[in-house]
């Protein structure tokens, strides 16, 4: 073979009792294996034609048996032929953009040259394990479709390994390209993905760092680096928003929809919280789940789904559930309580200070962890800016029940026009707030306006002008760009770097919706070697491991 072979994509060949199906990124064919013909022949012609359609002359393939066994394999369009590959360092190249040029042993009397991969997690990597001192006993590809497999031994035999300990059959989602542009730092490569039915519910991270996703009614933990699935939990109702509380020292993840609302702790059954008719519920409100009412009141959520409810004073809104507290604000007076028992005598409130004489407030932006951040419109010369400038002020809540006591924290004078108080986004997990083009540290207390409105999302402001996606991180620097107004946003990234991704299937409804694990670098296989990839992956295919430690609750 000298056509050369990209690490990337990757061909999954499954191997089943009178069929192979050939997956080419989402372009399933199924090939029958009829009785005349061989079962060797057959794996050739589908791989060659998955091959094809991918605008590829030579290709990685993956061959998956039903017992969950994994075999690495090259297919060459031109001979037709499907070969073992070969990870002998004397043989194997890679050139400086990641292709591979690999000598591979040849098809002999219909059997293919095949070798075995150590789990489905290294056969996603494309990992080769090496062969082992002891003797191996191997199967015949018979009837039943098992994979003829050669080691430069003379005999055949039974696959056999006393040594071996027992391995579980897990689930290893498949790796895939990005249908749409990949969000600035990242490629379109994603080392794993899971299908969703909708892709409007945004992914969280579970108190261990496992990617959520939301398919319908069942939430599924990930593992961030392979995708293989560590808890799965199903609610009683089609999951439109889900979202992480600590509450009372306990995790849970609350997952909702208009009128019902349920969280998961450590067991599986989901804990109800009684959501009153005329009841909005609240998940990016605050420290714990909250349902604003109609009458003025809020009901804060807790621990074991009780609530505790808080009276709203008449001219104001709720703007953060602090533990079992209630922050509100008359937004346009500047007026603030932190209302703490259930009683309809509320305290006092405070009054948000000045920052500058004349200064003329905006509006009060919302609260993160009980610091409040309001907008100030500078007078002529006030806080040494321009008549046009604004002020962000950072004001500390107090504790004391009967009467609310607020303290400036720090103060952020900015140049520029007016902030934007409409479609306030809030990232309450990194503390960051974004209204119109001012990104607000909350934590740091900094402010910086952006060159544009954008999206708040995993730590980042994204922002689109002039042709290009900028990411921007909460000092107000730009760290990557990326040319193109339709690139993505991640709704998380994980503790490896993986920008976990929401994507839309094909629009005929034959494919589905994905969440995509992209990889801060991967292969870039140019235009003349790669053709466009389809917009969505196949479900992911069984692959064996070892034991499989019992699933870990979130």
């Given at each position: ?18 069929e ?87 098809r ?67 790796p ?13 490569y ?29 939430l599924?933990?990930h ?8 808890w ?74 009780s ?167 909460p ?28 994507a ?21 296989p ?29």
């Open positions: 073979m000298s056509h050369a072979v990209h690490p990337w994509p990757v061909i999954v060949l499954t191997i089943g009792e009178g192979i199906v050939a997956d080419a990124n989402g372009d399933v064919l199924t090939y029958p294996v009829l009785e005349d013909a061989s079962p060797a022949d057959v794996a050739a012609d589908a791989a060659s034609e998955a091959c094809r359609r991918l605008g590829l002359k030579a290709c990685r393939v993956q061959g998956h048996t039903e017992d969950g066994e994994v075999y690495e394999m090259i297919v060459d369009t031109e001979f037709g032929t499907l070969e073992e590959r070969s990870t002998d360092p004397a043989t194997t190249l890679t050139s400086g953009n990641g292709t591979v040029h690999g000598q591979t042993s040849v002999r009397g219909g059997r293919l040259g095949l070798r075995r991969t150590s789990s489905g997690a290294t056969a996603a990597r494309g990992g080769v394990r090496r062969p082992q001192a002891r003797r191996r006993k191997l199967m015949m590809w018979g009837s039943a479709g098992v994979f003829v497999v050669t080691v430069g031994m003379c005999g055949v035999y039974v696959l056999q390994d006393p040594e071996a300990t027992p391995a579980a059959t897990i689930y290893t989602p498949p895939a390209q990005l249908p749409v542009p990949a969000p600035a730092g990242w490629d379109t994603a080392t794993w993905t899971a299908p969703m039915q909708s892709s409007t519910v945004r992914a969280i991270l579970d108190p261990s760092g496992h990617p959520v996703s939301v398919d319908g009614s069942t599924t933990a593992d961030p680096k392979t995708g293989v699935e560590r799965t939990r199903t609610a009683p109702f089609t999951v439109s928003e889900v979202a992480l509380f600590t509450l009372d020292g306990q995790s849970r993840v609350a997952a909702s929809t208009a009128r019902e609302l349920v969280m998961f702790g450590d067991g599986p059954d989901p804990i109800r919280v009684d959501v009153p008719q005329n009841g909005t519920i609240v998940l990016d409100g605050g420290t714990a789940p909250r349902v604003d009412l109609s009458s003025k009141q809020t009901l804060i959520v807790a621990a074991d789904g609530t505790v409810s808080r009276v709203v004073p008449a001219a104001a809104e709720p703007i953060e559930a602090l533990g079992a507290d209630l922050v509100t604000a008359d937004l346009q007076a500047g007026r603030i309580w932190r209302v703490t028992t259930d009683s309809a005598a509320l305290p006092s409130p405070a009054t948000l200070p000045s920052p500058a004489e004349g200064a003329e407030l905006i509006s009060v932006l919302g609260s993160i962890d009980g610091r409040v951040v309001a907008a100030w419109k500078n007078a002529d010369g006030a806080s040494g800016g321009a008549s046009d400038g604004v002020s962000i002020g950072f004001y500390d809540l107090g504790t004391a029940p009967d009467a609310t006591e607020v303290t400036q924290a720090g103060l952020v004078t900015l140049e520029g026009g007016d902030v934007s108080t409409s479609g306030l986004q809030l990232d309450r997990e990194n503390a960051l707030m974004l209204a119109g083009s001012v990104l607000v540290d909350v934590s740091a207390m900094e402010a910086h306006r952006l060159p544009g409105a954008g999206k708040l999302s995993a730590g980042y402001a994204w922002v689109n002008t002039d042709g290009e996606q900028s990411r921007i991180n000092q107000g620097e730009v760290e990557e760009t990326t040319d193109s107004l339709q690139a993505s946003v991640p709704d998380l990234i994980t503790a490896d770097g993986k920008a976990v991704t929401r839309i299937g094909s629009p005929t409804g034959d494919s589905p919706n994905s969440l995509y694990a992209l990889a801060d670098t991967g292969p870039r140019t235009a003349s070697t790669i053709a466009p990839t389809p917009a969505t992956t196949n479900t992911p295919a069984p692959t064996s491991t070892s034991a499989v430690s019992p699933k870990e609750n979130p």
